[in-house]
Nanobody
């Protein structure tokens, strides 16, 4: 079974940094799309970063572009999201999610409402002002 486990959240002051990790296992295909999403209290879930094997490209939402960085370590089966220059509005529960087999480019997952099949439990990031 595919499993995803996000970790690394915490409390940080505005301007600070965190690195989120997502340990993944159980994938049966090399064609994988992995995304980071977040949901703030009272708000809809937002897709913020994604990599897809469909085009081997990394996408970022405008709200995090230039501040957050998506990376992978295939030797550890882990993906990361480096969060820099954090703002209070970045406070949210952060989730990693994935799709495998037939995957789309990330614009579909982040902006066009295509859902990913596999979701991990979230990790809370709180940014104080």
């Amino acid at each position: 079974d595919v499993q995803l486990q996000a970790s690394g959240g915490g409390l940080v002051q505005a301007g600070g940094s965190l690195r989120l990790s997502c340990a993944r296992s159980g994938f049966t295909s090399d064609d994988v799309a992995i995304g980071w999403f977040r949901q703030a209290p009272g708000k809809e879930r937002e897709g913020i970063a994604c990599f897809s094997a469909e085009d081997h490209a990394t996408y970022y939402a405008d709200s995090v572009k230039g501040r957050f960085t998506f990376s992978t370590d295939n030797t550890k089966n882990t993906v990361y999201l480096q969060l820099n220059s954090l703002k209070p509005e970045d406070t949210a529960v952060y989730y990693c999610a994935a799709d495998q087999g037939v995957v789309y480019n990330c614009d579909y997952y982040l902006n066009q409402g295509i859902g990913m099949d596999y979701w991990g439990k979230g990790t809370l990031v709180t940014v104080s002002s």
